[in-house]
């Protein structure tokens, strides 16, 4: 199978660098490399077309958000699997003959998702909500979304579906493209033997954008997926816990606008309402604690 690897990168030319290294080093000889270069000014397009000259460079001529970014470099792809990668991410040995070994074998398996571990703690940093994150990794297993620094997907399949929501910008993309490949009839899967190592900043680039964008999106997420009750339920907490973070990082104000601007948005998502039951689930205080990290301060 071919594999296209895509990548968006907004000046962080070293560590684009070496996440170009080590895709090359998978030894995979089908690949085609995808960068879309957001506008840098630190030398990032100059390095990939020096360094790099077999890379497809795209150079808007002005900034893109994140989807937008992405969704220029997937349609750009040729390959049968799409790998998308964060420009701060190193792969692990054979991640991608591993990745292309699950999703050739099984007709309905969509997407891979990764397991993916701080490059310089080598802690996990997600627990998919199902495992705590302690077990997480140790288990295989079908799952419901994907981390979207290091994951693959069939091209078909995005043709298919659609790709990333351009009205999210940033975060929870992820999570509504895999719930409409589930909706579409696909599985997604979890292998913790395919590794991926992601250089996580110490602070978030752009204060409060976590913030904001997690909690106005993981709203209309909800409401566009969840089973009822469920939705109630998992607003109502995405509220409060948002709530205590604005409070936390005193960006009350920002935490306003989002959810403001959440609710002028739910009639869209309300309209298009699928509630998936594989979306069901149940909350620990031991989740919830998880939930909160991955959401506000990963």
């Given at each position: 199978m071919r594999v296209s690897v895509v990548i968006v990168s907004w000046n962080r030319k070293n560590d684009l660098r070496d996440t170009l290294r080590s895709v090359l080093s998978q030894n995979y000889l089908s690949l085609e490399i995808v960068v879309v270069d957001n506008c840098s000014t630190d030398g990032s397009p100059?390095?990939?077309?020096?360094?790099?000259?077999g890379v497809n460079l795209i150079q808007p001529e002005r900034q893109l958000s994140a989807c937008q970014s992405y969704n220029t470099a997937m349609k750009r792809s040729t390959g049968d699997i799409v790998v998308i990668l964060d420009n701060d991410v190193v792969l692990g040995e054979d991640w991608i003959r591993q990745v292309v070994a699950e999703l050739e074998t099984d007709s309905q398996l969509g997407a891979m998702a990764s397991r993916v571990v701080n490059f310089y703690t080598k802690?996990?940093?997600?627990?998919?909500?199902?495992?705590?994150?302690?077990?997480?990794?140790m288990k295989e297993?079908?799952?419901?979304?994907?981390?979207?620094?290091?994951?693959?997907?069939?091209?078909?399949?995005?043709?298919?579906?659609?790709?990333?929501?351009?009205?999210?910008?940033?975060?929870?993309?992820?999570?509504?493209?895999?719930a409409r490949l589930l909706r579409a009839g696909y599985?997604?899967?979890?292998?913790?033997?395919?590794?991926?190592?992601?250089?996580?900043?110490?602070?978030?680039?752009?204060?409060?954008?976590?913030?904001?964008?997690s909690t106005r999106n993981f709203i209309w997420y909800y409401w566009e997926f969840y089973p009822f009750p469920q939705v109630l339920v998992a607003s109502a907490v995405r509220i409060a816990v948002g709530l205590l973070e604005a409070?936390?990082?005193?960006?009350?104000?920002?935490?306003?606008?989002?959810?403001?601007?959440?609710?002028?948005?739910?009639?869209r998502h309300i309209s298009r309402r699928t509630p998936l039951k594989i979306l069901k689930r149940t909350?620990?205080?031991?989740?919830?604690?998880?939930?909160?990290?991955?959401?506000y301060r990963s």
């Open positions: 100059e390095m990939v077309k020096q360094d790099f000259p802690e996990e940093i997600w627990g998919f909500g199902r495992f705590t994150k302690n077990e997480y990794f297993f079908y799952c419901t979304t994907f981390i979207g620094c290091a994951a693959a997907i069939k091209n078909e399949i995005l043709r298919q579906i659609g790709y990333y929501s351009e009205e999210f910008e940033i975060y929870v993309n992820e999570a509504d493209l895999a599985r997604i899967k979890y292998n913790p033997a395919i590794v991926a190592y992601h250089k996580v900043s110490p602070s978030q680039r752009g204060k409060g954008r976590k913030l904001f964008y409070v936390r990082t005193g960006l009350v104000r920002l935490y306003v606008r989002a959810v403001r601007e959440a609710i002028a948005g739910l009639p909350y620990s205080w031991k989740q919830l604690k998880e939930d909160y990290l991955v959401a």
